[in-house]
């Protein structure tokens, strides 16, 4: 994995934050993340710093992943700087041809591709509706597709809560599922990848301490987070604002 200065100085970073704020990381089947060859490394988005301990998590397996994220985060120099050193695909949310060709050009290459087929941060913090870019461009590339699943991140930094960056001893966990290969239609992995993803997120949870009333807690576990309908319609607010704004 040399060869890449940015990306390593990006690594040891993370790697001294997550021992400052005294993260208690848990992982499991890194032996699910192939050896070589392309990918398609699928995970939930529960919050803006769960990919930090899914890529350390994906180096201890070592390998890199090649994250796609909003176009706009490169609007910050510094940002856009670290995010071209790390390979980061671009995606503009208006126009995402591009990004997806891309993205089959690296998968093609034999890189990790990591996507978040829910698009944006599940404000429920449940596995959302999925988009079928993951299934479709594993299938173009013919690559398999790794589903995972972070849980406990979303106590560091997610949308719309107070932001933990000091130190706090949260556990997070991350686990990787069986490689699932590509077939068509799209439609149908895709919701093997969905059905996939939700089983592994309950299980992962079964591993967790989830005080009552907590505001990263699932309402099915006795948080006071959003349901997927109440969040939904959350989502349909914010971007009805951004239409009009």
């Known amino acids: 994995m040399a060869g890449e200065p940015v990306y390593t100085a990006v690594e040891m970073t993370a790697k001294a934050m997550s021992r400052f704020q005294g993260v208690k990381t848990s992982r499991k089947g890194l032996e699910n993340i192939p050896a070589e060859g392309g990918a398609v490394l699928a995970v939930n988005h529960t ?4 990919f930090i301990q899914l890529g350390l998590a994906v180096s201890a397996a070592g390998r890199r992943m090649r994250i796609m994220a909003k176009r706009e985060l490169a609007n910050n120099k510094v ?23 891309e993205a089959v050009n690296r998968l093609r290459a034999g890189e990790l591709v990591t ?35 972070v849980w406990g991140a979303q106590r560091i930094a997610t949308k719309g809560k107070p932001r933990h960056l000091g130190r706090h001893h949260f556990p997070v966990s991350v686990a ?3 490689p699932i290969e590509p077939h068509e239609p799209a439609a149908t992995l895709t919701e093997t990848l969905r059905n996939e993803m939700v ?47």
């Open 199 to 245: 089983a592994m997120l309950h299980r992962v949870q079964e591993d967790f301490d989830h005080p009552a009333g907590a505001y990263w807690v699932p309402r099915r576990l006795g948080g006071t987070a959003p349901t997927l309908e109440e969040a939904a319609e959350m989502d349909r607010r914010d971007a009805e604002k951004r239409r009009t704004s």
């Open 176 to 178: 990787f599922g069986t």
């Open 47 to 50: 919050g803006y710093l769960d």
């Open 115 to 149: 996507v978040y087929p829910e698009a944006t941060i599940s404000r429920s913090f449940e596995i959302k509706a999925f988009k079928s870019g993951a299934a479709r461009m594993a299938i173009q590339a013919d690559v398999p597709i790794v589903p995972a699943i």
């Open 79 to 101: 940002l856009g700087f670290l995010m071209r050193g790390c390979g980061v695909i671009e995606v503009d949310r208006a126009a995402g041809a591009d990004a997806y060709a």
